[in-house]
């Protein structure tokens, strides 16, 4: 089955990077859309990057722009956020995701990044 499992999220100062990953398994990770989401409680899941199959199309939500770079290593069937020049309002919890069928949503179970002094 499909399994999305993100790593990589801590407590950073303002200012500082993170790096997190998500390894997929269960499925041909080199032929999907993948994407990084993120939520803070209270508030709908955002979208925060998005990359293509193949690695050519990015595209980013306009708050994390030039900040935030998404990549991905089809070799490692793993997708990554590099995350830079942090702020307070980037904490939330960051989400994997890919779309199978056009219809089924798949997430990981999220990692929690804390930016704060």
């Known amino acids: 089955q499909v399994q999305l499992v993100e790593s990589g999220g801590g407590l950073v100062q303002p200012g500082g990077s993170l790096r997190l990953s998500c390894a997929a398994s269960?499925?041909?990770?080199?032929?999907?859309?993948m994407r990084w989401y993120r939520q803070v409680p209270g508030k709908e899941r955002e979208l925060v990057a998005g990359?293509?199959?193949?690695?050519?199309?990015?595209n980013y939500a306009d708050s994390v722009k030039g900040r935030f770079i998404i990549s991905r290593d089809n070799t490692k069937n793993t997708l990554y956020l590099q995350m830079n020049s942090l702020k307070p309002e980037d904490t939330a919890v960051y989400y994997c995701h890919t779309r199978r069928g056009g219809t089924n949503n798949y997430w990981g179970q999220g990692t929690q990044v804390t930016v704060s002094s």
């Open positions: 990359i293509s199959s193949a690695g050519g199309v990015i």
């Open positions: 269960g499925f041909t990770f080199s032929m999907y859309v």
